[in-house]
């Protein structure tokens, strides 16, 4: 049985564009990731495991036998700078979370533009959670250090 989900998630990953993603891999049931891989770029695979390049260079390692299974997030840099480099104005969306670097505000609406979310902010950086939207197309507007920044996002 694991041969099969073992070559499912080859399937899987290697169908998956791999750019500024975080890859976290899981074993058995439990729900705390035994490895965090962030900001790969590309994923192989061997007779061994699970090799995962990352932006800086290296290489990480996740041998088949330390684990069953992992999720892939993509990530979208939004906003006028990147928030690796210590912008100040900016938001990153990995998936299921926002972060603001900056920000006083941030709402979220539906394709249809329809409000779904709206939060006051301070300090910072602020984490908005965004698990509780399903799947689809979503507009972000955030103020940030004064300047109204709107995007797209998709989950």
Do not use: W
């Amino acid at each position: 049985m694991k041969s099969f989900v073992v070559a499912a998630m080859l399937l899987v990953a290697c169908a998956l564009p791999a750019n500024a993603n975080d890859i976290y891999v899981y074993k058995g049931t439990d729900t705390n990731p035994v490895a965090e891989l962030l900001n790969a770029e590309r994923i192989t695979f061997d007779a061994n495991g699970m090799n995962v390049r990352l932006a800086d260079g290296t290489v990480q390692t996740a041998a088949f036998a330390d684990f069953d299974h992992f999720t892939f997030y993509k990530k979208e840099i939004l906003g006028i700078q990147s928030l690796n480099a210590g912008a100040q104005d900016g938001v990153l969306f990995d998936g299921n979370r926002l972060t603001l670097t900056g920000a006083s505000q941030v709402t979220v609406y539906s394709a249809l533009g329809a409000q779904l979310y709206q939060e006051k902010l301070g300090g910072n950086t602020s984490t908005v959670s965004l698990d509780f939207l399903p799947k689809g197309i979503y507009i972000v507007k955030a103020v940030c250090n004064g300047k109204v920044l709107t995007r797209k996002i998709s989950k």
